[in-house]
C-alpha cells in the first residue's frame, strides 16, 4: 500500500513537472465573453496597471485575418478609447447573453454611436466580441487621433502607461512634449530658410529695406 501511494505521488510529481507550458496558458488565458458586459470588461480590465494581460484582453477581439497582431489591436483600442475621451459606463453595457440592438434588430453592441460609429460587438460561436469589421478600422482610429509620430511615440513608453499623473496621462504628456519640440524644429528650419534664402534674394533685388523692416522682425 505504502509503495502504491509513493507511486501515485512520483506520478503526479512527473506530470506536474513535465506538463506543457501551452496547457497552463491556455487556463490562465481563458477569457468569459458570455455577454457584452463580460467581453467589454475582459478588454479594459486586462489593460490596467494592476491586471496588465494584453494577451487575455486580445480575447475580445474578432480577426479576420491570422496575420493580424491581436494583443497589439486590443492595446490601440484602448488607446483609441483614452484618445477620444470615451468613458464607458458598464451599468449600461448590456449583461443579457441574447441581447440585440434595437436599430439593427441584430445580435450587436454599439459602444458609443456618436464617438465611433463603427465600434460595435456581435455575438459569435465563441461568444461576443468586437466585430471584424471594427477590429480592421482600429489602425486607422489609431493614427488619426495619435498624429504626427506620436503614435510613435506610445510603443516606445512602457506598456503599462494608463496611469494619470495631474490628470494626465503619461502618453499624453509624452505626446504635448513631442509636439512643443516639433514646433520650435520647425521654426529653426522656417527661420533659417527666410533668412538665408529669401532675404537674400531681396537683397540682391534691391529690395534689402522691405528684408530688414518687415521681414527679419517677423522672423
Do not use: C
Amino acid at each position: 500500500m505504502r509503495i502504491r501511494s509513493i507511486f501515485i505521488f512520483f506520478s503526479l510529481f512527473l506530470g506536474f513537472v513535465f506538463i506543457p507550458e501551452h496547457s497552463f496558458s491556455q487556463i490562465k488565458q481563458y477569457s468569459d465573453l458570455t455577454t457584452p458586459f463580460k467581453s467589454i470588461e475582459n478588454h479594459l480590465e486586462n489593460l490596467q496597471d494592476e491586471s496588465f494581460n494584453p494577451k487575455k484582453a486580445a480575447n475580445s477581439l474578432q480577426l479576420s485575418s491570422p496575420k493580424q497582431d491581436a494583443q497589439d489591436l486590443a492595446i490601440k483600442l484602448k488607446q483609441v478609447l483614452d484618445g477620444k475621451g470615451i468613458y464607458v459606463d458598464m451599468d449600461l453595457v448590456p449583461t443579457d447573453p441574447n441581447y440585440i440592438d434595437s436599430v439593427t434588430n441584430e445580435k450587436r453592441f454599439y459602444i458609443s454611436r456618436e464617438g465611433i460609429p463603427g465600434l460595435y460587438l456581435v455575438k459569435t460561436s465563441r461568444g461576443w466580441k468586437y466585430s471584424k469589421e471594427s477590429v480592421n478600422k482600429i489602425d486607422d482610429w489609431h493614427s488619426g487621433i495619435y498624429s504626427y509620430g506620436t503614435d510613435k511615440l506610445l510603443k516606445w513608453l512602457p506598456q503599462k502607461q494608463y496611469g494619470r499623473y495631474l490628470g494626465l496621462y503619461l502618453w499624453q504628456y509624452a505626446g504635448m512634449f513631442f509636439i512643443i519640440f516639433l514646433s520650435l524644429f520647425l521654426h529653426k528650419i522656417f527661420t533659417w530658410l527666410i533668412d538665408k534664402i529669401f532675404v537674400t534674394v531681396l537683397h540682391k533685388a534691391g529690395y534689402g529695406h522691405l528684408a530688414t523692416k518687415y521681414v527679419l522682425p517677423a522672423v
